[in-house]
Every structure is written in C-alpha cells, then in structure tokens.
Antibody
Framework: EVQLVESGGGLVQPGRSLGLSCTGS????????VTWVRQAPGKGLEWVGF??????????EYAASVKGRFTISRDDSKSIVYLQMNSLKTEDTAIYYC???????????????WGQGTLVTVSS | SYVLTQPPSVSVAPGQTARITCGGD??????VPWYQQKPGQAPVLVVS???DRPSGIPERFSGSNSGNTATLTINRVEAGDEADYYC???????????FGGGTKLTVL
C-alpha cells in the first residue's frame, strides 16, 4: 500500500525556520517526483514546489510565493523528501501536504497519493 | 500565469447529476485531473484524465474537456459525495502546476 506521511509541523515565530519531512512507503520511492501543496485555513489548495526523481534530473521548482525561502531536497536511501522553510511569514500558516507525482500526460501530471498533512502555524 | 476558474458552489439533490466546471484558456488542450477533499481530510485524486479513474473511485465520476471548459460529472450523487472539488493543470509557460479555486458540492 502506497503511503506518504508528513512530519515536523508546529508553531514557529515569524522570521524563523522550520523543516518538514515526507516519508514514503509501499512503492519505489526513488522513481517518483514529490510535490508539496499547502492549504491555508478555510482556503483552497496552493502548490508550493516539487522535486523530480533522480532519473528525471532531481531538479526542483518553486512557487513564486516561496522561492528563495523554501528548499526541497530528497534522500532516496531513506525514502524521505524534505521541505526546509526559512524566513517564515504569517501567511505561510497552512496545512502542508506532500504528494506523489503520478501519471504524466503530454501536457502535465497528476498527484496520485497524498499524505495526511501537517499543520504549520507562524505566529508570534 | 495560467488561471483556472471554478464556481464556488454547486448544489444537487441525491440521485441527480452534478456537473462542476473548470474554465481556462484553451484548457481543452491540457491534461486535467480532479481532486476531492472532504472536511478534515487530504485531497484524493478522483479523475486522472477525462474518464480515467484511479482504483477504488466509482464509475459515477467522470471528466470531460473541450475548448475553454473542463467538467467533472458525478452521476447518481450520494450524500457521501459532499466535498470540495479541485481541478488542476500544468502551466506550460512556467512548468508549474496550478489549482482551481475549488468548488463546494452540497448534496441537498
């Protein structure tokens, strides 16, 4: 059974840093890209960033709202993807989900399995 | 950047058909997956490509896509289908995914 589990959320002050982890199981982790999506309280889904699989280059992409502050990395030996969040702002408060990048058609990809999410609260 | 427009809410009686739209410039040329999110839960992929459904998703869920509108159709709606639904595409100009604003489906 494919599973993704996020961890590391919590309360952090504005300007500080926090790191999240996404641990996968039930599939060959290194063969898949992983994306992070967040959801502010009462709001919709917002894409944060993704990391491609190493066979696809292992490169990363970020939303404009987090570029330069957030960094995604992966350790395939541990089946973990990390989201390092620096210079946090109150508007970064959200549930953070990781998801596996599944099927990719000619013009895009879907996210086929999701973790349960971890809450990050940025507040003084 | 590419913008996806969804109606904030759709209401339907049990047993009827719900249609949730997702508007975007020439979206008919794009791959459009749909996600269901029930309160307090993570999103779930319900339609991968037009009528391609992941394992475990009922045949009542299907997608279509043409011109400037993609549509998620739910036949024989049940109370358990009440949820928020999101469309998503890949913006080719930025190589970034984009989500629609979401539609709250209410089963009357």
């Amino acid at each position: 059974e494919v599973q993704l589990v996020e961890s590391g959320g919590g309360l952090v002050q504005p300007g500080r840093s926090l790191g999240l982890s996404c641990t996968g199981s039930g599939f060959t982790f290194g063969n898949y890209g992983v994306t992070w999506v967040r959801q502010a309280p009462g709001k919709g889904l917002e894409w944060v960033g993704f990391i491609r699989s190493k066979p696809s280059g292992g490169t990363t992409e970020y939303a404009a709202s987090v570029k330069g502050r957030f960094t995604i990395s992966r350790d395939d030996s541990k089946s973990i993807v990390y989201l390092q969040m620096n210079s946090l702002k109150t508007e970064d408060t959200a549930i953070y989900y990781c998801s596996r990048i599944g099927y990719c058609g000619g013009t895009g990809c879907s996210f086929d399995y999701w973790g349960q999410g971890t809450l990050v609260t940025v507040s003084s | 950047s590419y913008v996806l427009t969804q109606p904030p809410s759709v209401s339907v009686a049990p047993g009827q058909t719900a249609r949730i739209t997702c508007g975007g410039d020439n979206i008919g040329s794009k791959y459009v997956p749909w996600y269901q999110q029930k309160p307090g839960q993570a999103p779930v992929l319900v339609v991968s490509d037009d009528s391609d459904r992941p394992s475990g998703i009922p045949e009542r869920f299907s997608g279509s896509n043409s011109g400037n509108t993609a549509t998620l159709t739910i036949n024989r709606v049940e109370a358990g289908d009440e949820a928020d639904y999101y469309c998503q595409v890949w913006d080719s100009s930025s190589d970034h995914p984009v989500f629609g604003g979401g539609t709250k489906l209410t089963v009357l």
